[in-house]
């Protein structure tokens, strides 16, 4: 089975910096894409950066450009994202997810959860002012 270790959570004041890693356990390659999503307590959990694997085309929520970077590295078989200019409001725990090539379930655009079939465990995002 695949399975996505996803890292890089911490405590960073705001304005700060953090990069979260997302590590499959295979070759990235055989997603279409991944994403990032982030829950804060009492709030659904949203979108917030995908990536089209193969041509590294980017998408990003509304609330992010300019501040949150997605990329990946094949060869470590990771993608990341990089949060710049952190807000207290962007505490949440944040996740990684793929969907795989072979995967036929709807499609409902990068940023939409439901797309996705396999999940990290999450890591905790708290940021302080």
């Known amino acids: 089975q695949v399975q996505l270790v996803d890292s890089g959570g911490g405590s960073p004041q705001a304005g700060g910096s953090l990069r979260l890693s997302c590590a499959a356990s295979t070759d990235i390659n055989t997603f279409t894409y991944m994403g990032w999503f982030r829950q804060a307590p009492g709030k659904e959990r949203e979108g917030i950066a995908g990536?089209?694997?193969?041509?590294?085309?980017?998408y990003y929520a509304d609330s992010v450009p300019g501040r949150f970077t997605i990329y990946q590295d094949n060869a470590k078989n990771t993608v990341y994202l990089q949060m710049n200019s952190l807000k207290v409001e962007d505490t949440a725990m944040y996740y990684c997810a793929e969907r795989e090539r072979q995967y036929g379930g709807p499609w409902y655009g990068p940023l939409d959860q439901r797309g996705y079939h396999r999940w990290g465990q999450g890591t905790q995002v708290t940021v302080s002012s």
């Open positions: 990536i089209y694997v193969r041509d590294v085309d980017t």
